[in-house]
């Protein structure tokens, strides 16, 4: 069975092939000029899906030795994400299909971010606790069997990967943050300023992350921190970096943890694009080992936007017979169920 497997909910065009469960191509194309902005710009993003869509389909499958002919079944997200991004891939997914004749299914953006932990071995097994943590999204899930989730918590205002991208505005560091602030935390002191662990004293799997980012607002302020001139106050800098990621990896690593074992399961998994976070990978890494639980994280291309994902949940999908009607429509904000 081959399916070809579309992304476009945000701000990656990505397409990708698998065949019979394995991965024969995964092409992706950021859309790097949103970083002009400070953050993606929701019709830009749109046009330039346009743009790319047929030259990226046409190279996963030139680059899986696949011909249109071949395809058993078309995937492409339909949720959540920008509506506007989203119907690009669906509607030419759909079309595609239909064209063909072939089955086509919808798939859920954040279910495509769990199986990403399922394009190579090895994989978890079931039951595990997923944590999803990228630019749009925070999300704690129990997956009980292949496809099948009980969402513990998500995010009640900003994501994880979002935190990090408005704390390094705030900084004047460029955008994405994330990666910007990893590498100026390494020289940083970690517990130079105690910033809030939001929600770490409760029972509840919903994280918050806006508070935290005021109170390093706050902090700025306070200290009368100048972003123009920051390059000459590394230190400060390199330490309110440090100081803000030690605080948000340690509600995602406290929270992924406490979930493992109250419901008693022996892997934990994670993506997303902050996955791709050195603090979080050491801290997950130590806090797996010290709690006897097993850890898997994607390569790095599986865990930001891919079609990858998406042609495997596609697969996983037509493999236990479910498809979707071409009436299918976008659903910017989809829940997991
Ligand atoms: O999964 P992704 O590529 O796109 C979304 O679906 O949002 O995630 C992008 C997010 C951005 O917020 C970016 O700042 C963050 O992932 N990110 C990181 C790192 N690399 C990317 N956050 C923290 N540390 C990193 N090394
Ligand atoms: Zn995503």
Known sequence: MTILGIETSCDETSAAVVRDGRLLSNVTRPQLFHAAYGGVVPELASRAHQQLIIPIVDRALSDAGVTQEELDGVAAVYGPGLIGSILVGLSFGKALAYGRGIPFVGVNHMEAHIVSNFIEPPHPGYPFVNLTVSGGHTQLVLVTAPLKYEVLGGARDD?????????????????????????????GDPNAIQFPRPYLDTDSYEFSFSGLKTSVLYYLRDARFDRESASRDEIFVNNVCASFQSAVVDVLVDKLVRAAKTFRVADIAVAGGVSANSALREALAEAAANNGLKLFIPKFEYCTDNGAMVAMAGYLKFVQGTSSSLELTAIPNLALS
Not at 171 to 177: A, F, K, M, Q, S
């Open 159 to 187: 994501a994880a990967g979002e935190a990090f991208d408005k704390v390094a505005k705030l900084l004047g560091l460029e955008y994405p943050g994330g990666p910007a602030i990893d590498k100026l935390a390494r020289k």
